[in-house]
């Protein structure tokens, strides 16, 4: 198992950027395969972005391709997911996300919320 913690959220304005966290605990970091998801108020929850567990590939929801950029270091257990040219649409709670040798994301934070907003 592993447990999850998100940081980094805030308010900020367009054109701005954000740097989330995402700790994990447990053991053998490098075998989940890591994720960000978002909801937007009255959305349902969207994948953003993953990251293998190598870190050798990362996948981007087409909307955020070039403006986001994830990444992990697997020997602090943390992924990030670094935000920039923030637009209003990427307003949502954050989630972050495990997936155990690609079994399907069943590890899920708190989330953190994003407001980007003038």
């Known amino acids: 198992q592993v447990q999850l913690v998100e940081s980094g959220g805030g308010l900020v304005q367009p054109g701005e950027s954000l740097r989330l966290s995402c700790a994990a605990s447990?053991?053998?970091?490098?075998?989940?395969?890591m994720g960000w998801f978002r909801q937007a108020p009255g959305k349902e929850r969207e994948f953003v972005a993953s990251?293998?567990?190598?870190?050798?590939?990362?996948s981007y929801v087409d909307s955020v391709k070039g403006r986001f950029t994830l990444s992990r270091d697997n020997a602090k257990n943390t992924v990030c997911l670094q935000m920039d040219s923030l637009k209003p649409e990427d307003t949502a709670v954050y989630y972050c996300?495990?997936?155990?040798?690609?079994?399907?994301?069943?590890?899920w934070g708190q989330g953190t919320q994003v407001t980007v907003s003038s």
């Open positions: 990251i293998s567990g190598s870190g050798g590939d990362t």
């Open positions: 447990g053991r053998s970091f490098s075998n989940y395969r």
């Open positions: 996300a495990a997936s155990f040798l690609n079994h399907g994301y069943k590890y």
